[in-house]
């Protein structure tokens, strides 16, 4: 836009003007002191009109805006934004500034190369260097060409380069698959984005200037477009406003080449009456389109990448958490901000036999595949290990002996926070390597930070990792998180975890899960800097008494009897008399094989949950095995028999012994109802 300033009095006459002005707005062979504004305006004044309107306005002291169509030495009359501010001085002083804003007469536009290589390539990039959004950056670039090297323009791309899926393959006659990124005019004509649609995927005919473009890697300029050219054109791709809008423009295609491939073009049109392109306006356009190509295809090549961590991050997550019925177990993941590549973090919730759970949050440290990849590996160890039954503190021990051999080859760590509950004792386990404490929420909204023995990240050092078991309240709420949460840029880490307490209170023990997560994450979405986090929020409470059942029985192979007439009680009271023959001999399987190679006393337990959970504990720390035995054994057949009548079996360590366990599922009859 031009600015011309004049001084004008009460009247509206002019008395002062800048030197632009008088070569502007002044008559041939006369001058603008004395000439009245409405002898600038192609419309005569009446009342009611703007001008009236700004002049009253302005001999009421306030400033007023309008738009006035103004006679012009050079052109045709020309639309300007008038604003008259009031002014006070003396006589013969203006009582009024005028400021005049017009754009240039179309036969000055696209005139002076020094004006355009300035528009185009002075400091315009640093901005469009600060996104990696193609979309975005794709807009901003056609910005900058619209208005100041061409009239309208858009900008395409290889479909391949932005497309989601694989795209189809290329045509016989070698046409491409494009999409148009963005579309701007200087006119804001509708008919342009009607007929040239942003986001559209299309296929150029062959023989025309886009495919020409596309082909050779090389700018094409069309001088004129000439009638039977854009009627042509517009009968081959079908669509009969093209012919409209492309009559007697010129046209400049400027290819978008990066790392010796042609990505796509921008294709830029000047309309008739305005200076059509030349050699000069080539260089300029392919200058600005060398510096653009390398921007879209660092964004590019960073979009996939992310895309791929990301994918492969969700593919490695969890789809679903398992959990007792009496355990509520919600999860919220939410991936980095755009300024931040994807990162490692992940969590976990697995169903452990005898009514537990496991509990983890892991994070690894870094971002991209390498951290994604890093993070896949770990959870299929803590599943393995959970399986295995392994305690939290010994199976982080295993997960530090796998990240330091990872490390071997490629330097990782990795922080860990795994707790099992017990739902029948109520109970948690857990233990911590590198990672931020768990929040405990009672449920009379007191809360506190587990203090949880300090142990190095995975993969740092040979420190021993132990951990501490805490009594729990039923109702109680657990939450485990990653750093994402509770640090970032313009947050001190202490002042995110007393961010994170306040959010629980005496409601939130009976509150919804799905508020709670909400709240958790309150303010993350606009953090432009954040971090990806993960968060576990778990609400813990102890299976129904009356759905468990435990025995106390001698260290005498008697006890195996006593077993199997003991079990048939409380199944039969939970309906499920049609279990009690096999669970009869299970049990008895079991404890004979507890007291044969342990000592003292042993503990027989039923645990109805979402399956029949059969347990035998005793004294002694030595894992039963399966043997096959031979044809002559007395023997060594009763774990077999177990393995053989049960949907699985395991064994894990306690502190004063084992637990040698069985499951069964329910019949169907029984779980219909």
Known sequence: MRT?????????????????????????????????????????????MPLTSLLEAAKAGREATAVLTLRSQRSSPID????????????????????????????????DPALMRHALLDETFRQIGATLDLDQMARGLINIVVPHFCNSAGLLLLESLVAADEPPAPQNDGSQLLRRMAVATDNNDPDWDATFPTGEVLRYPTGTPYTECMNTGKPVREHTMTSTDVVDMADSWARRPVAKLLSGTSMLLLPLNA????????????????????????????????????????????NRERATALTLQRSLLPTGLSAPSSVEVWHRYLPGSQLIEVGGDWYESIDLPGARVALVVGDVAGHGVRAAVTMGRLRTAIQTLAMLELPPAESLQQLN???????????????????????????????????????????????EFLDVSPAPPLGVGEGLISSRTFEIEDGSLFVLYTDGLVESRGRDIDDGLKRLQSIFDSDSANGSMEDLCKAILAGAYADQHRDDIAVLLAR??????????????????????????????????????SMVDTTQLLASELVTNAIRYAEGPVTLRLIKERTLVCEVIDNSSALPRLRHAARDDERGR??????????RWGARRTAIGKVVWCEQAFPRASDEE
Request: glycine content about 8%; hydrophobic content about 40%.
């Open 259 to 302: 790392r010796g491939a042609t990505l796509g073009f921008i294709v830029c049109t000047r309309r008739k009456g305005f200076r059509a392109f030349d050699a000069y306006d080539t260089e300029i356009g392919m200058e600005f389109a060398s510096r653009a190509a390398i921007f879209i295809d660092n964004a590019r090549r960073y």
């Open 80 to 111: 300007t934004v008038v604003t008259l501010q009031p002014m006070r001085g003396d006589n013969g002083c203006p009582s009024a500034l005028a400021i005049l804003r017009m754009p240039p007469p179309s036969v000055e536009q696209f005139l």
């Open 4 to 48: 011309l300033i004049l001084g004008v009095d009460q009247a509206g006459r002019i008395v002062q003007h800048d030197r632009n002005a008088q070569e502007i707005l002044a008559p041939t062979g006369g001058t603008l002191l004395g000439t009245h504004l409405s002898d600038l305006v192609v419309e005569t004044p009446v009342p009611g």
């Open 638 to 647: 009763g774990l077999q028999i177990v393995s053989r009548l049960s949907a």
């Open 540 to 577: 813990l409470s102890r299976i129904d008494g009356s759905q468990q059942a435990s025995w106390a029985l001698p260290g005498e192979l008697t006890a195996a009897k006593e077993a199997r007439s003991l079990v048939a009680e409380p199944l039969e009271k939970w309906d499920l008399a």
């Open 401 to 447: 002996e796998l990240m330091r051999k990872i490390g071997d080859r490629e330097p990782h760590f990795a922080t860990c926070a795994y707790a099992v509950y017990d739902a029948v004792n109520g109970t948690c386990e857990v233990a911590s390597a590198g990672h931020l404490p768990p929040l405990l929420v009672r449920p009379d909204g007191s809360s």
